[in-house]
Structure formats: structure tokens, C-alpha cells
């Protein structure tokens, strides 16, 4: 009988009927036979938050996404995420949330840009520790904006200016971008036709310090791999401080315990001749 994990052998399919379910469900799934165990997430469509989309919007639902981040966190086995993001945008603090705790994760991170980072997925882009992108991506970089009905008196302005600083704060503490420059591109009027904003191609991405580097896939996977392994030796010496430590204090044990013992043989020796000597006085009394 084959295990529910095994291959399947009948239709050759490439993965096992739990990675298939993975992927249908959250399009989410760990390698197998590579250098380096990483998980590859994926970000695409629209970041769906506190409100339910449309059924024929592809979204990205942040109730999947918070649980899978701290598993990641969780598995020793999981060595580096892999971060692939297409979408164009969403709810502001769903994206925003995902994007403190992708920045918070331990381990070695790197995302790429395929197709759009728009909107809130450029502070996503961004929240990881090495960031690409493929030359005909874009990034749209625009102020906050709200759906329904608003109330035009000054706390609503407050309000949005509090939330458009909250971005700008995270974007420009993760990436190379000031916050002067980065709020130039987002008032920017003459860019987009029916909004103010700014579209940045792949290269303009790289050459403003928004993100790290250009490139394809193979190059995201190389530059994980090589932190990785630039963090795997910075663990190696915890191990061997504590066995140094261990082997030291064993010394010190066996060199007490020696020490114990010599002392011991010693009073063990000194009662034995003292005892002789009793004997020996005894048995000269006797003849006496």
C-alpha cells in the first residue's frame, strides 16, 4: 500500500496529493530535493482583509497567510522563505500586517516582483531581507485611499495622513529609499491619468532604492541559498562553545573526582598503618 505522501504512480504526477491539496488551497508549498530546504510563498491578485471580495476576484487571503508565516517561523526543517509577489494591492493593514511579520521572521528572506507590486504590495516587496525584481514588472506607488462613504471634516484627513505615514515609515526602514523621495513619487500628478501616483518599471524600482536588486527567478534562489548558508556557520559556534564548555566542566568533574579518590586511598592507607602498627604493638605485648 503507498502512504498518502508517496507519488502517485499511475498518472506520474509531479507532486504528492498533500502538496496538490496545498496548493489549491493557498498556493503555498515546501521544496523537496534542492540544496536547502525553502518554502516558496506566494502573494498574487488582491490582499483580501476584513471584508469578503467578489467570488471572481483571485485574492490572497490574510487569514491563510498570518498562520503559514509563523509555521514557517516554527519548523526547523524550513531553512529560508521565498516570497514571489503579483498583485495589485488591497486592504492596507492586512498587507500591512503581513509585510511586519514577514519582516520579523528570523530566517532568511527574499521576495521578488513578478508582474505588479502595486499599491500596499510595495511595503510587501519591500519587508523582506533582500528584495528583486524582473525588468518588466511595475510598482505603483500612490497615498491611501478608502472605498464608501467618508466624512469630509478634518479627523478623516488626520486619519489618512497617520495611515500614509505608517507606510512610509516601513517601506523607507526597509529598503534604501528616503522618506522625502519616496513621498515625491507618491504625490506625483502628471503619472497617472485618474489618480496621483507613480508607475516604476523594474530598473526605475532599482535605480530609486526601493528594491535591492534585478533580476529572475534563478537569481532570487541563489541569493536565498547564499544566505542561508551565510547564516548556517553563525549557529555552528553556539554549538561548539556549549561542547567546550561541556567538555570543560567534564575536566573539572574528572579532575575533582580524581582528586577525591587520591584523597580517599590516602586516609584509606593512613587507617590500614595505623591499624598495623595497633596489631603489631599487641602481638608484642603478648610476648612480652
Excluded at 119 to 124: M, R
Excluded at 212 to 235: F, T
Amino acid at each position: 500500500m503507498s502512504h498518502k505522501n508517496d507519488v502517485s504512480e499511475e498518472n506520474n504526477a509531479p507532486f504528492s496529493e498533500q502538496q496538490n491539496q496545498q496548493i489549491i488551497d493557498m498556493g503555498i508549498i515546501a521544496t523537496a530535493n534542492a540544496p536547502h530546504n525553502i518554502h516558496c510563498l506566494s502573494i498574487i491578485g488582491q490582499i483580501e482583509g476584513h471584508y469578503i471580495l467578489p467570488p471572481q476576484n483571485k485574492t490572497t487571503k490574510y487569514e491563510h497567510i498570518i498562520p503559514a508565516l509563523v509555521s514557517i517561523e516554527q519548523d526547523s526543517s524550513v531553512e529560508g522563505l521565498l516570497i514571489v509577489l503579483n498583485t495589485v494591492g488591497g486592504d492596507v493593514e492586512a498587507g500591512l500586517a503581513i509585510a511586519e511579520l514577514i519582516a520579523g521572521i528570523s530566517k532568511p528572506t527574499v521576495s521578488i516582483v513578478v508582474g505588479g507590486g502595486h499599491s500596499i504590495g510595495v511595503p510587501l516587496a519591500v519587508s523582506a531581507k533582500e528584495s528583486f525584481i524582473v525588468p518588466s514588472a511595475t510598482m505603483t506607488i500612490h497615498p491611501v485611499r478608502m472605498n464608501g462613504m467618508m466624512l469630509g471634516v478634518p479627523q478623516t484627513m488626520n486619519y489618512f495622513e497617520k495611515m500614509q505615514d505608517r507606510i512610509t515609515r516601513f517601506v523607507t526602514k526597509n529598503s534604501r529609499i528616503s522618506p522625502e523621495r519616496f513621498k515625491e513619487l507618491m504625490m506625483e500628478r502628471d503619472e497617472l491619468v485618474l489618480d496621483i501616483g507613480t508607475v516604476l518599471d523594474g530598473k526605475n524600482a532599482v535605480q530609486e532604492g526601493l528594491i535591492d536588486n534585478l533580476g529572475s527567478l534563478s537569481d532570487a534562489v541563489k541569493r536565498l541559498y547564499e544566505l542561508i548558508e551565510k547564516d548556517s556557520p553563525r549557529k555552528a559556534p553556539a554549538k561548539s562553545e556549549k561542547s567546550s564548555k561541556s567538555s570543560k566542566s567534564t575536566k573539572n568533574t574528572s579532575a575533582k573526582s580524581s582528586s577525591q579518590k587520591s584523597g580517599k586511598k590516602q586516609k584509606t592507607v593512613a587507617v590500614k598503618s595505623e591499624l598495623s602498627g595497633a596489631v603489631m604493638r599487641d602481638l608484642r605485648g603478648e610476648q612480652r
